[in-house]
């Protein structure tokens, strides 16, 4: 007589691969979830660059709706200063509904008359795109 199905032993094996599985793959999978906030982040305050020369350009003094922009948005909550006369000016990005790695932690694009944009985060270096310094404000 020849037995279906499956014994105890097999089924506690395949139990404990998956939970191996899961305990590596959760952590990996979190911090993939923390770099693609901080890169949507980025890419908001980013698409404002252009709208903001623009003001600057013509003599007025940048502000969230006169460079396009809208906050809070999806990823962020967003800030703009500028200064007319002396050629500097921030966008900044405070990251909302993300991983707690990155939850909070801002995006700051600097402008300066002599040296141009600048990224700074108050984010890991680890979940930060390339070209943006971690561990500034």
């Not at 050629?87 to 694009?109: F, Q, W």
């Not at 108050?122 to 390339?130: I, S």
Request: with cysteine; hydrophobic share 45%; glycine share 12%.
């Amino acid at each position: 007589m020849r037995q279906k199905g499956f014994t105890l032993i097999e089924l506690l094996i395949v139990v404990a691969i998956i939970g191996i599985l899961a305990t590596i793959g959760l952590p990996m999978y979190t911090k993939h979830q923390a770099k693609a906030k901080f890169t949507a982040g980025l890419a908001e305050v980013s698409a404002l660059k252009a709208g903001f020369e623009d003001t600057f350009n013509q003599g007025t003094a940048p502000t969230l709706p006169l460079i396009g922009g809208t906050s809070p948005t999806a990823n962020c909550a967003i800030t703009v200063t500028g200064d007319l006369a002396t050629g500097a000016g921030s966008i900044a990005c405070e990251i909302l509904d993300a991983p707690p790695l990155v939850l909070g932690k801002t995006i700051t694009l600097t402008r300066s008359a002599t040296d141009g944009w600048k990224c700074v985060t108050t984010v890991e270096e680890q979940y930060a795109a390339k070209g943006c310094t971690a561990g500034g404000a």
